[in-house]
C-alpha cells in the first residue's frame, strides 16, 4: 500500500493548527545492519540538526509525519521503522540491545556524528539505552510518554486489538473495529494511521505491516525488565533528559513522571494537553513545539496547562 497521502496530511495538520511550508515526500532510504536486518528510514532532509526520531511498539517511522513536517524546516529529521516493523526486516533477535545495534548503523550510514533522539513507547526505551551506551553520539534525549515504570495493565485493551485482528478486505473496515474498542478516537486520524500500519497478505487481506509471530505479550515482559534497570543506571546521563507524558496518559502516572525525570541530572518533563499514550499522533502541535523549545536550551518548568 502506498503509504504517502499528502492532501489527508495536509488537511489533518491544517485541523491540528500546525504550521508547515513543504509536503514534499520524506526519502525512502535503507540501511543494512551488520549481520542483521535491513533497516528503512523516512529521511526527511532539512540543513539544520540532525533529529532521529522511534517509533513505539506495532508502529512505524509514519506515526512521526504530523511531528515531522511542523519541524523539518529547521531540523534534519529522520524517523526510523524499527526492525520488525514497516517496511524494515524481521528478524529472531528483538532485544533492546539489537535495537540499539540498528540506530548506530542507520546514523552512521547517514554520515550523523551526533544527534537528538526522540522515542516513544518502546522507541523511548531504545533511545534511552542508546543515550546510555553512546553518549558521545548523543546530543540530547526525550522519552514520550514512558518511564522505568509504565502501568501495563493499562495497554491492555491495545493489545488484544492487535492480537485479535486477523485481518480486512479494507481499510475503513479496520477503522470500524478500531473505533468500536476506542470510541472517542478521532476516524480521520485512524484511518490515515491504519493505512501506514497495514499491508497485504498473501491472500489479498489487510494484515498488519509487523512481526506477529511472538504474542506481544512476551515482548512487553521484556520491556518491564529492561525499563526497570534504567532507574539506577540514567543519573551518570550527561545529556539534557525530556520526559512528554501525555496529559490524559493512562500509562504514565504524573507521580512516575516526576519521580523519573529527577534521576536525570538535566532532566524536565512536562504534559502535553489533549494527548493520550500516543502523544505524537494526539497532539503533535503542542509535542512539536516541546521539542523546538527543549532543544533550543528554553524549556524549562511544567505546567497542568502546557510549556512555560
Known amino acids: 500500500m502506498d503509504d504517502w497521502h499528502p492532501e489527508a496530511l495536509a488537511r489533518i495538520a491544517d485541523r491540528l493548527g500546525i504550521a508547515f511550508t513543504d509536503l514534499a515526500p520524506p526519502r525512502s532510504r535503507s540501511f543494512r545492519t551488520q549481520g542483521g536486518p535491513n533497516i528503512h528510514v523516512l529521511d526527511w532532509g532539512g540543513q539544520g540538526p540532525p533529529a532521529v526520531l522511534l517509533h513505539g511498539g506495532s508502529l512505524t517511522a509514519r506515526t512521526w509525519d504530523y511531528v515531522a513536517v511542523a519541524l523539518r524546516a529547521d531540523y534534519r529529521l529522520v524517523a526510523l521503522d524499527m526492525r520488525g516493523h514497516g517496511a524494515s526486516d524481521w528478524s529472531s533477535d528483538y532485544s533492546i540491545e539489537s535495537y540499539v545495534t540498528d540506530l548506530l548503523a542507520v546514523i552512521d550510514g547517514l554520515g550523523i556524528e551526533r544527534t537528538r533522539i526522540v522515542g516513544m513507547s518502546l522507541g523511548g526505551m531504545v533511545a534511552c539505552e542508546f543515550a546510555l551506551r553512546h553518549p558521545d553520539r548523543t546530543e540530547s534525549l526525550a522519552m514520550v510518554d514512558v518511564t522505568s515504570r509504565p502501568v501495563f495493565a493499562a495497554t491492555a485493551r491495545m493489545r488484544t486489538f492487535m492480537t485479535d485482528f486477523r485481518g480486512a478486505a479494507t481499510v475503513d473496515e479496520v477503522v470500524e473495529m478500531a473505533l468500536a474498542v476506542s470510541p472517542k478516537s478521532d476516524p480521520e486520524r485512524l484511518h490515515y494511521r491504519m493505512r501506514t500500519l497495514l499491508k497485504r497478505g498473501d491472500d489479498g487481506r489487510l494484515v498488519w505491516k509487523s512481526d506477529r509471530r511472538r504474542p506481544l505479550d512476551y515482548y512487553y515482559a521484556m520491556i518491564l525488565r529492561h525499563l526497570a534497570g534504567f532507574e539506577t543506571r540514567v ?9 512528554a507524558r501525555g496529559g490524559e496518559s493512562l500509562i ?57
Open 235 to 243: 543519573p551518570d546521563m550527561a545529556a539534557p533528559f525530556l520526559l
Open 252 to 308: 504514565v502516572a504524573e507521580d512516575t513522571a516526576h519521580d523519573f525525570t529527577a534521576r536525570f541530572s538535566d532532566g524536565r518533563w512536562i504534559n502535553i494537553k489533549g494527548a493520550g499514550h500516543n502523544v505524537q499522533e494526539d497532539n503533535p502541535r503542542d509535542l512539536a513545539d516541546a521539542l523546538r523549545a527543549f532543544w533550543g536550551g528554553r524549556l524549562r518548568s511544567m505546567t497542568q496547562e502546557g510549556i512555560q
